[in-house]
């Protein structure tokens, strides 16, 4: 496990950045007048102490990993929880089922909850028609029927990460919203419960990547990747993100750059590594050609521009949506795109040998991903063919569901 060292938190960093064809560097100077963020776990227990909710402790065995200011952040291997996402599970299932894969090969205990609620962020971000008390509501009866099963919750998507732990902000701070909440909750027959820790699966990811390196079966290392950190990841409350002071001096998110290092592929930077995927909410309801536009010329061409990478991977379910999706359009006005687009879970997946339609699901995804699977040594066809005839057998009812044992 990296530390924060001393060294390691000087304002001035120089990183190596992997272009085409040569090797340059950036000097990146945090904002001097940037203050560290209030601990909001202490507060979280202080208010415990106080008989104002549960605190459900994070599990052991349990990684610890450095946040931005240095705060020692703990994630749980495994009773985990896990609160899905409905942009994942509706039109990117591969996404999911590789989170749970990965548990399962990792042999990891973990539990799939049937009465999770969607954490309607969606809702709050695009549409600004719910309201406060109402949203945190949600947050918290999920979070009670977490704790009611005993496992911890662990979070798939990147705008209920944010937007819970804006959530728990809230619920800290605002004694008079804390109590209509508990109200709310306790009229539901429900604890009032506030995990010890908002943790994200890609942070999941991170603390096994030794685990994932080490049952890697496909040679990556002519593999170039882009990595697009979410938003709704590292932006919102930025201090519970996972910085790395090995990964771009501690400048920028730690979690897929680390755990693509780890799998053996290379990590090539660009330009516009900060900027949205063109998501944004309201762009993706009520503006999509900006969304669009924005996905494929900021972000898209840029990346086929300046490093040319055999695969684009992020963390969250709009990213993943946008940046893939968005592609055909640009395509159809003869634009510099055609990269395929996934998570780094449906990525550390097939590296370990996953079914690349059984398992990550690729078939779901827009852009044309063969030529990655064939450069990693993947017979897309061969796969293609197996899961038509499970298909077969499906709809003629001898088989009644996809088997999670699927590797090729």
Not at 287 to 294: E, L, M, P
Request: charged share 25%; aromatic share 12%; net charge negative.
């Amino acid at each position: 496990m990296a530390t924060l060292t001393p060294e390691s938190t000087k304002n001035d960093r120089t990183v190596p950045v992997r272009g085409t064809s040569v090797e340059t560097t950036k000097t990146f100077r945090p904002d001097p007048e940037e203050a560290p963020e209030e601990d909001l776990r202490e507060a979280v227990l202080q208010l415990e102490r106080e008989g104002e909710w549960i605190v459900q402790r994070v599990p052991e065995p349990y990684y610890e990993a450095p946040t931005k200011y240095g705060r020692m952040k703990k994630i749980p291997y495994e009773r985990t929880w896990h609160h899905k996402s409905c942009g994942q599970c509706g039109h990117i299932p591969g996404y999911s089922t590789s989170i749970f894969w990965l548990n399962r090969v990792l042999g990891y205990d973990y539990f799939d909850p049937r009465d999770q609620t969607s954490c309607t962020a969606w809702n709050y971000y695009a549409s600004a028609t719910s309201n406060q008390a109402a949203q945190a509501a949600v947050a918290m009866r999920n979070f009670a029927a977490a704790y009611e099963t005993g496992y911890f919750p662990l979070i798939h998507c990147g705008t209920s990460f944010g937007h819970y732990k804006e959530v728990r902000h809230e619920l800290v701070h605002d004694h008079a919203l804390r109590r209509q909440v508990r109200s709310i909750i306790e009229r539901l027959g429900r604890p009032f419960v506030m995990p010890e820790e908002i943790v994200h699966y890609s942070e999941w990811m991170y603390a096994v990547r030794d685990q994932l390196q080490a049952r890697v079966v496909h040679d990556l290392s002519s593999i170039v990747s882009t990595v697009h950190p979410a938003c709704h990841y590292y932006k919102l409350q930025s201090g519970d993100a996972i910085y790395d002071p090995e990964i771009y001096g501690g400048q920028r998110t730690a979690v897929v750059t680390g755990v693509v290092q780890a799998l053996g592929a290379q990590v090539a930077d660009y330009s516009t590594w900060y900027d949205c995927c063109g998501f944004g909410f309201r762009h993706i309801l009520v503006q999509r050609d900006f969304t669009r536009s924005f996905a494929t010329l900021r972000k898209i061409e840029v990346m086929k521009e300046e490093a040319n990478p055999d695969v684009v991977l992020t963390h969250d379910t709009g990213c993943v949506t946008s940046l893939d999706k968005s592609q055909f359009a640009a395509q159809a006005h003869g634009r510099n795109v055609g990269v395929p687009v996934m998570s780094e879970s449906q990525f550390a997946a097939l590296a370990m040998g996953a079914h690349p339609f059984r398992v990550t699901q690729l078939h779901w995804h827009s852009t044309d991903y063969r030529p990655l699977l064939a450069k990693m040594g993947i017979d897309a066809e061969r796969a293609w063919a197996e899961f038509q005839e499970d298909v077969k057998q499906i709809e003629a009812g001898t088989m009644d569901y996809l088997t999670w044992e699927a590797v090729l």
